[in-house]
């Protein structure tokens, strides 16, 4: 198994760029999510999806959108992009089950710099 | 806001020592989980603890709950150089609207040979 692949690893945008970052698992997760993590802030959840077809908001959802279409696959789409958003974005994904979250798996990375 | 709240936020021993870190959190939770970040690289799931457990131990990582006083810890034991890293907690809210980890914001621990 892959695991948690994200791309790209890098990436440098100029401020009102629109991309995607892309997100897949083959491990038939139904749970992914997506984190920024900033110096000092720890991690931050963006959005989060239990399946396919749905998805829902985290904690600082504003300028993200995410789209769920099969299980594998959670792609990160920033409309607009703000040097706000400077950050380094992380995908997980773990299977739901009884009791709450259990392990979550992470991917490597996208480290996106706005100019 | 952050549920969890990692102290200290940096801790540096030397090969051998033991290294606690302890977590903090606001709400009652259904479990806390700990995880490590090598630099520059994702997050490692190292061990989940219920809400209805004290105590749980994995290789030379144990870790402890008091949910009356809302805090977590983990000890490492033996420690070596290789376990340089940040640790943090993670804690799904009992009564938050939805499935989601809130993270705190990690304690950097530095093993010195």
């Known amino acids: 198994n892959a695991g948690v692949t994200q791309t790209p690893k890098f990436q440098v945008l100029k401020t009102g760029q629109s991309m995607t970052l892309q997100c897949a698992q083959d491990m038939n997760h139904e749970y992914m999510s997506w984190y920024r993590q900033d110096p000092g802030m720890g991690l931050r959840l963006i959005h989060y999806?239990?399946?396919?077809?749905?998805?829902d908001q985290g904690e600082v959802p504003n300028g993200y959108n995410v789209s769920r279409s099969t299980t594998e696959d959670f792609p990160l789409r920033l409309l607009s992009a703000a040097p706000s958003q400077t950050s380094v974005y992380f995908c997980a994904s773990s299977p739901l089950l009884a009791g709450g979250l259990n392990e979550q798996f992470f991917g490597p990375g996208t480290r996106l710099t706005v100019l | 806001s952050q549920q969890g709240e990692e102290d200290p936020q940096a801790l540096s021993i030397q090969e051998g020592e033991n290294a606690t870190m302890n977590c903090s959190y606001k709400t009652s939770i259904n479990n806390l989980q700990w995880y490590r970040q090598n630099s520059g690289r994702g997050l490692v799931h190292l061990i989940l603890i219920r809400s209805n457990e004290r105590e749980k131990h994995s290789g030379r990582l144990r870790v402890t709950l008091d949910t009356s006083k809302k805090s977590s810890s983990l000890l490492i034991t033996a420690s070596r150089a290789a376990d340089t890293a940040s640790y943090f907690c993670a804690t799904e809210g009992r009564l938050t609207s939805g499935s989601r980890l809130t993270f705190g914001e990690g304690t950097q621990l530095t093993v010195n040979p």
């Open positions: 999806s239990v399946g396919a077809g749905i998805t």
